[in-house]
């Protein structure tokens, strides 16, 4: 059974920092691209980062590019998000995403973790 | 970007009615497009990917349909499980932008 499971969210200030980190399982981590998209409270989606699995190409959305990093350590099976600069307007409920794709990108999204919430204020 | 816009934005209906949602895309974006599900407090759920493909588990009810710029998610006879939010995602380019939503609301 495929789970992905994110962790690292909480209470941090505006320009503050942290590191979402999403633990898979159930599948060969290493093979999948992964994505994490974020939702605003009371809001819709939205597309933050990508990357492929084997790493080499990542992806950002305009408003969080410079700011935010992703990475994965697969001998961990381990998707992160460095979040720096934080911004009120980052607030949301991050969710990880798996692609359907093996060895290969399609960008849809066929298994999502339950999110962590991110609360930027001061 | 490519935006993605639905419509309506919610809609009303009745357990075994017949629903309609819209998606437009800003550019053409071939049949490079998922519809997801999401309900009050939990993630997403994939149902359909790439314009008409049915995901495996997903009940045949659900359909979808069209290419380019214009493209539909029909439910042929809604269930009681069917009312929660619908979205539409295009994955033609980066970023992979999704429609606004559709609230499904029991009538």
């Known amino acids: 059974e495929v789970q992905l499971l994110e962790s690292g969210g909480g209470l941090v200030q505006p320009g503050g920092s942290l590191r979402l980190s999403c633990v898979a399982s159930?599948?060969?981590?290493?093979?999948?691209?992964m994505s994490w998209v974020r939702q605003a409270p009371g809001k819709g989606l939205e597309w933050v980062s990508a990357?492929?699995?084997?790493?080499?190409?990542?992806y950002y959305a305009d408003s969080v590019k410079g700011r935010f990093t992703i990475s994965r350590d697969d001998s961990k099976n381990t998707l992160y998000l460095q979040m720096n600069r934080l911004r009120a307007e980052d607030t949301a409920v991050y969710y990880c995403?798996?692609?359907?794709?093996?060895?290969?990108?399609?960008?849809?999204?066929?298994?999502w973790g339950q999110g962590t919430l991110v609360t930027v204020s001061s | 970007d490519i935006q993605m816009t639905q419509s309506p934005s919610s809609v009303s209906a009745s357990v075994g009615d017949r629903v309609t949602i819209t998606c437009r895309a800003s550019?053409?974006?071939?049949?490079?497009l998922a519809w997801y599900q999401q309900k009050p407090g939990k993630a997403p759920k994939l149902l359909i990917y790439?314009?008409?493909s049915l995901r495996s588990g997903v009940p045949s009810r659900f359909s979808g349909s069209g290419s380019g710029t214009d493209f539909t998610l029909t439910i042929s006879s809604l269930q009681p499980e069917d009312f929660a939010t619908y979205f539409c995602?295009?994955?033609?380019?980066?970023?992979?932008?999704f429609g606004q939503g559709t609230k499904l609301e029991i009538k």
């Open positions: 995602q295009q994955a033609n380019s980066f970023p992979y932008t």
């Open positions: 790439a314009a008409s």
């Open positions: 550019q053409h974006i071939r049949t490079w």
């Open positions: 990357i492929t699995g084997s790493g080499g190409s990542t």
């Open positions: 995403a798996k692609d359907p794709t093996w060895y290969s990108s399609s960008w849809y999204l066929d298994y």
């Open positions: 159930g599948f060969p981590f290493s093979s999948y691209a």
